[in-house]
């Protein structure tokens, strides 16, 4: 599970901070050609609500928010979210075939190498047939950082093994694209080098930058969703995004 102490930090940076500002683009541009009103929708692993308040609002869904930590739904609650529930992605605690669309976003890194299966498995069980899964997790083993760390995350994915491992749960995949790719080199760079070099210890990468600089580090990541809502895919990048149907 996610490291309780990063809710804090999630809640006072996820508005504006240029990160979670632009892989949330990405996603829009991902999902607006594709979803539609009126559904319900599980996000599995909702974290602070924050971006299920969003989702509801663009698309008029109708969000189930789940997380296992009480942290995190304490801010949801604080966002007003509703339908809030506590629980594990390994047990759903939602009957078959309920929902038209699953989210979740960055959830099975945080799950022992072998049980995003499980996950997964419970993913298929909850969704209607035809049902939309949106997945996001991190990418590349040689990427974990002193940031994953902290979080503790425990693993990584190649977009051929999320794949592999999504279709082999019953789903039928129709985007695959990595993301975060422009600035994959400074990331490399950071994590590899910098980070070792100097001994940096575990900690969240979620601290505020200034403003000039939050505004730079943002521009990559529009520009890539610009690119994604063209058709484009990446093959490389910070993270994993997959888009699929239940067969």
Known sequence: MMNPAEFANIAAAEKDFWWYRGMREIL??????????NQHVLEAGCGTGYFAKLLEGRYGWTI??????PEGLEYARAHAVGRLTQGSVLALPFKDALFDALLSIDVIPHLERGRERDALAEFARVLKPGGLIVLRAPAFEFLLSRHSQFVHEKQRFTKGRLVTSIEQAGFRVERATYANALLFPIALFKFRIWEPLTRARAGSG???VRRWLNRLLYLPLAMEAASIARGATFPIGQSLVVIARKK
């Open 28 to 37: 829009f541009r991902l999902l607006d050609p594709i979803a539609s009103a």
């Open 206 to 208: 979620v601290q505020p």
């Open 64 to 69: 189930f928010p789940l997380d296992l930590r």
